[in-house]
Each structure stands twice: as structure tokens, then as C-alpha cells.
């Protein structure tokens, strides 16, 4: 598993780090003291599982989580039981509590070792869909079969996800991590923690705030993709 430690305390890290050479299947990455850092390392890694602090200098740790599109496993690392009910809501995969007890640590390591081989098999055994393919949807009593070439974009509604094509916008109980998971990424493009959009139906682009950037689609509909994505964009449609 390749891990990455986020936590303010050095000494917290360390502490980490020596319990985890008992544990020869996880691999250490990188570490970081401060959600930015994390979020860096995070993209530029792609860690399976993080090691979690919760209170940390300006971003906490469930504010680094909401900043995330693909949201790795995560076990939370921190010295007070409050915040428990909160991180099992951010899908945390366990919570240990400093100072961490090797046992502790070995059952949440048997955790992670079996999401993520369930998440591998699954992601190999299906098939990106792309334009050619056509999907049932289902919205009360409502049914389409749609193609997804006729789909320009999909719009996270809590637990739900709206999908806009053609004139209709149903909603189908799916997560937009999930419907990211199933689409091509050469068509669909996740341009911020609520949008994917189709690629195809982009009109325009302009220049937004802080160097990010807007898109303009040909249904009429407008997205401002996050800063991170905006970088990502500029790389996949450069010559």
C-alpha cells in the first residue's frame, strides 16, 4: 500500500513512521505537515491510503478531504475522541487515537489492505464507458436510454447525481466519484468537486479568478473549474 503521513507534529510523524516498519505491505511516500503540502503530494503521488491528523495550522483535516476529487482511504491520526462521528461521515476508514497502539494499527492496516484489493478488482474488471456507449436511467417513473454522446455534463445533488442531456436533467442515486470511475477520462472531464463534464460539448473557455478557468458549454451551462483541475486542463488539451 503507498501511504502518505499528514500531521502538524514532527514528532507525531515519527512516531508513525516507526510503528509502520513493522508493517512491511505499506510503503511511506512522502509526509506533509499542512494540508497544502497534502494536496501537492496527493496529486503528484497518488497515495492508496493517508494517515490523517484532524486539527492542523489553517486547513483542518476534513477541510483537505473536501478539497479532493479522488479521495484516497483514509485513517484518521489524532489525540482527541470528539471528532469521531465527523470523520466516520468524511468515510473515514478508521480513527486511532494518539498515542496509537500497534494493534490498533494492525487492524486498521488489515481495513485498508482489503478496500483497496476490492477497489483494484473492481476498477479491472470495468470498462471505461465512453461515447459510443448507451446507459438506462431511471428517475421515479421516468426511463431513458441514453447515449452518453447525447450527455454534456453531470452535477453532483448530494447523494444524488443530476444528468443533463438533451432537455431532461434526472437524477439517478449514484456518487460523481462513482460515475468519474465508470467514464473514459479522454471524453469526460472532472472539472471540479461537483461538475464532470463532457468534453465535447466545451463552446468556449475563459480565463477566471486566480488562474482558474470557466467553461462555457453548448447547453447554456457554465463551470468554474477548480484551480488544481484548471492545471490538469491546460495539460490534457495543450499541444
Not at 501537492?40 to 479532493?68: A, N, Y
Not at 479522488?70 to 465527523?86: R, S
Not at 452518453?148 to 466519484?177: C, D, H, K, W
Request: with cysteine.
Amino acid at each position: 500500500m503507498k501511504a502518505l503521513i499528514v500531521d502538524d507534529s514532527q514528532l507525531a510523524r515519527q512516531e508513525l513512521k516507526h510503528l509502520l516498519k513493522h508493517f512491511s505491505h505499506v510503503h511511506i511516500i512522502g509526509e506533509a505537515e499542512n494540508a497544502e503540502q497534502a494536496l501537492t503530494l496527493i496529486e503528484e503521488k497518488q497515495p492508496q491510503l493517508l494517515f490523517l491528523d484532524i486539527q492542523m495550522p489553517d486547513k483542518d483535516g476534513f477541510e483537505l478531504l473536501e478539497e479532493l476529487i479522488d479521495v484516497p482511504e483514509v485513517i484518521f491520526t489524532t489525540a482527541f475522541d470528539q471528532y469521531a462521528m465527523q470523520a466516520f461521515d468524511h468515510n473515514a476508514l478508521d480513527y486511532l487515537q494518539k498515542p496509537i497502539k500497534e494493534e490498533r494499527l494492525s487492524l486498521a492496516l488489515e481495513r485498508a489492505s482489503e478496500k483497496i484489493r476490492l477497489r483494484e478488482e473492481k476498477e479491472s474488471k470495468v470498462k471505461p464507458l465512453g461515447l459510443s456507449s448507451q446507459v438506462f436511467v431511471k428517475d421515479g417513473e421516468q426511463c431513458w436510454f441514453v447515449s452518453l454522446a447525447n450527455v454534456r455534463m453531470m452535477e453532483i445533488m448530494g447523494s444524488y447525481t443530476r444528468i443533463f442531456f438533451n432537455n431532461q436533467q434526472p437524477m439517478i442515486p449514484r456518487s460523481l466519484n462513482y460515475m468519474e470511475s465508470r467514464l473514459d477520462p479522454e471524453v469526460f472531464f472532472r472539472a471540479n468537486r461537483q461538475q464532470i463534464i463532457n468534453l465535447k460539448y466545451i463552446d468556449r473557455i475563459e480565463p477566471w479568478f486566480s488562474g482558474t478557468l470557466k467553461l462555457y458549454l453548448k447547453g447554456g451551462e457554465e463551470v468554474e473549474v477548480s484551480r488544481r483541475q484548471s492545471i490538469r486542463f491546460r495539460e490534457i488539451m495543450s499541444f
